[in-house]
């Protein structure tokens, strides 16, 4: 983000860094931006080039890290359902059919608060990032809450829906939180007033997964009735309608760049589409088996799918084209994400162990052993050298 002033009033452009590479030449890359960004001048070239360069280092960084058991945390009484880092990784969240989420601290593994007040399953759990300083959880009991990280205090709890809630999430603003339910409809709440501001109806069956774009303007739901649906965030118009898998959802998500919407099914293929007008794209298969999970590189250019065949693939977002295929776990896969640098995958599976590839080779470089019973969720620090795992054995585990 480049911040100028222009007549006394401070503005903000972007520049999309999304092709830098370890081995970009920055010097080239610095006279290319000038060329396109007057607001860039002879005197802040130096300035650009140290942080491309530091930009660099970071995406070097952890590639070749051997990941190792620092802590397991006899979380709950009852398997988790969720875990997820705030943006630094400094803590991270679980949630738990034992009614409750708790609140850890990363580097010594201490519970800092447990939430209680839930009187069913919590289900859905997120932190409001890039700030981290609010966690919302959705659960069975069809309500959704908002907490202080500091205190583990209860701003709010929001109630509106009729059947469960299994998915939510903060708009990049922090102003919304947005929830789905079984009830077919999904809600956005003020963050601020703790008021519902707008509900969004027109799926026929439940909603089991949505997310905002990058600029907040936006959001999708994912539902059981096959379809996806794009609305206005502002006034909860829907935009249109993905249609096109012929069996139920389990993923739908936009790019960072948000030209691209990923659609995942259990009728075993992804689909793309594009995000400015709803049109079709490509159908990415390959698959024996319900998509379980899937998403995008943080650039965009990789996406990955995982089954309940026990394979995951990567596919360029370019080409359409399968690039490697990841096999080894003996049971399905139900989680899959990237490292922030995107050359490695984190996979979880219900052979209880979860594994580290390589995103260009599909080679297994880790496997991440010890749970007793199947791995629900797993998820990647923002640099890339923790990962957290949930499982159904009650436990979660710190690897570093």
């Known amino acids: 983000m480049l911040e100028y002033e222009t007549s006394g009033e401070l503005k903000t452009k972007c520049i999309d860094l999304l092709n830098l590479s370890p081995s970009t030449d920055v010097n080239a890359l610095v006279e290319e931006i000038q060329k396109a960004e007057p607001v860039i001048t002879a005197s802040r070239s130096d300035q650009v080039k140290l942080l491309l360069r ?97 205190t583990g205090k209860c701003y709010h709890t929001f109630r509106g829906h009729t059947a469960e809630i299994v998915c939510l999430s903060f708009n990049p603003q922090s102003t919304l939180v947005a929830t789905g339910s079984m009830d077919t409809t999904a809600k956005l709440w ?38 996806v649906a794009v609305w206005e965030a502002e006034t909860g118009r829907k935009v249109y309608t993905l249609v096109g898998h012929c069996a139920e959802i389990s993923s739908a998500l936009f790019n960072w760049d948000c030209s691209l919407i990923l659609t995942g099914s259990m009728d075993k293929t992804c689909m793309l589409w594009d995000a400015a007008n709803g049109k ?66 984190l996979t979880g599976s219900a052979d209880k162990t979860a594994r580290i590839w390589d995103a260009q080779t599909g080679q297994c470089l880790q496997v991440l052993e010890g749970h007793t019973d199947e791995i629900f969720s797993c998820a990647f620090n923002y640099k890339g050298n923790i990962i957290i795992t949930g499982s159904k054995d009650n436990t979660c585990r710190i690897w570093r």
């Open 54 to 150: 530091r930009l660099q280092d970071k995406l070097r960084q952890h590639s070749n890290h051997q990941f190792y058991l620092f802590k397991v945390l006899r979380a709950h009484i009852l398997p988790l359902t969720n875990v997820a880092l705030n943006k630094s990784g400094s803590c991270f969240i679980t949630g738990s059919y034992d009614r409750t989420c708790k609140l850890w601290d990363t580097a010594s593994g201490e519970e800092l608060h447990t939430l209680e007040g839930h009187r069913n399953v919590v289900y859905a759990i997120a932190f409001n990032n890039p700030y981290g300083d609010k966690i919302a959880t959705g659960s069975f009991d069809k309500t959704c809450k908002l907490w202080s990280v500091d």
């Open 190 to 227: 003020d963050i601020q007033n703790g008021e519902e501001a707008l509900t969004l109806t027109g799926h026929l069956a439940e909603i089991i997964s949505l997310s905002f774009n990058t600029s907040g303007d936006r959001i999708i739901t994912g539902s059981f009735d096959h379809t």
């Open 280 to 345: 079709y794209v490509a159908t990415l298969t390959g698959h024996d088996d319900e998509i379980l999970d899937s998403c995008f590189d943080y650039t965009g250019k990789l996406i990955a799918t995982a089954s309940a065949d026990g394979t995951a693939r990567v596919f360029s977002a370019a080409t359409r084209k399968c690039i490697a295929r990841l096999e080894g776990h003996e049971g399905e896969i139900s989680k899959i994400s990237f490292n922030p640098q995107g050359n490695r995958l």
